[in-house]
């Protein structure tokens, strides 16, 4: 091999290397694959882009409790300190003295009150008698239809249809409820497809005007209210207001007072008063609202603020939160108002109708 041929040689060792056609032909331009040059640092990028496989289905969303699913769980409580407790008693079978001895104790310690009591326990002695009951579930059942034949006659539904405006009175004592069941009621008439408009008469707590301001808001109605002033001139300048603009229902609210409060119930009853004044026919129904957890003390509480103003009907709240449900029973022998309206719960929807039959379904179940 002759000296140029060793240096030919040892120069082609450092060109690239080309096919024979490549001569003759320009070698094209190579497209890459984004598929198979994708970088694996940006791989998520794609990942997420992707659409989810088409037998993917979304969860079915869980539907809301009925109501008397709510009812039930706000009277667990109640349940406890009363359901459970008469299985234990039942579980002999039968109705003797022994029996009835336990059953009242455990009705009485239940806020039932003596006269209601008195009453269940008679009706249980004649059901047994004349059913021959010789088994628990029978007991309980003779029990459940003692305690419905007694609170039936407070199922007595609200008609606001009989006038327009429909003046709504409510009042109570500190802390029933008050300004919360206004809201409440006020998306419960809506939803009736009526129209509403708020009051605010308790002028001496400002917080109770800012929070009846703050439901009127939720619910998209109007609040007639005042910086501070009579209360009872408030409530005449909302009724004026309503008639002007074809309101369906007044909700007029009132500042909490106790019974004792001799003065503030006199107070109330000049509210009363002058509402005639503004509409001859109103109020067309006044609601006392009571906590259910002040048990017997409710009592007092229908007896006096009827005598003052003449309650037509009454919503029990807070039932959720107590374990003397059992008062609404002594309601019904001894100031037998109707039960208009009864809550379990804080949310917007958990002030309803009251119905005897879900009201001790929920507490025997």
Not at 29 to 36: E, F, L, S, V
Request: net charge neutral.
């Amino acid at each position: 091999m002759t000296e140029s041929d060793t240096r030919t040689r040892h120069l082609n060792r450092f060109r690239p290397r080309r096919s024979p056609a490549s001569d003759s032909a320009t070698t094209p331009a190579i497209t890459p694959d984004p598929q198979r040059h994708q970088s694996p640092m940006f791989g998520f990028l794609k990942k997420s882009a992707e659409p989810a496989p088409d037998d993917a289905t979304p969860a079915a969303p869980t539907p809301a409790p009925s109501w008397r699913e709510r009812l039930k769980a706000g009277l667990a409580r109640t349940r406890a300190q009363l359901g459970g407790k008469l299985k234990s008693i039942f579980s002999r079978g039968k109705v003797d003295e022994e029996l009835l001895e336990e059953l009242e104790s455990l009705l009485l310690t239940s806020d039932v009150g003596l006269d209601a009591t008195e009453y269940l326990l008679d009706e249980l002695k004649a059901r047994s008698r004349r059913d021959r009951i010789d088994t628990p579930e029978g007991i309980q059942e003779a029990l459940a239809g003692a305690l419905h034949d007694l609170l039936l006659p407070l199922e007595q539904p609200l008609d606001v249809s009989a006038h327009r405006p429909f003046i709504i009175m409510i009042a109570g004592v500190n802390g029933a409820g008050k300004t919360t069941s206004i809201g409440k009621l006020a998306k419960h008439f809506q939803a009736q497809g009526r129209s509403v408009l708020l009051a605010a008469g308790d002028t001496f707590r400002a917080a109770a005007r800012e929070q009846l301001q703050a439901w009127g808001e939720r619910n998209g109605v109007t609040v007639i209210a005042q910086e501070a002033g009579d209360p009872a001139a408030v409530i005449f300048d909302a009724i004026s207001a309503a008639r002007a603009r074809g309101i369906d229902v007044v909700l007029a609210d009132t500042a909490g007072r106790l019974p004792t409060q001799l003065h503030l119930m006199e107070e109330i009853a000049k509210v009363r008063r002058v509402i005639q004044k503004a509409d001859p026919s109103g109020p067309h129904e006044t609601l006392l609202v009571l906590d259910a957890n002040f048990g017997q003390n409710a009592l007092a509480q229908v007896k006096a603020f009827d005598k003052a103003i003449g309650v037509t009907g009454l919503v029990v709240t807070k039932l959720d939160g107590t374990a003397k449900g059992g008062v609404i029973a002594a309601i019904a022998r001894q100031c037998p108002k109707p039960i208009r309206y009864v809550g379990v719960g804080e949310g917007i929807d958990d002030l309803r109708p009251f119905v005897a039959r879900d009201f001790v379904d929920a507490l025997f179940e």
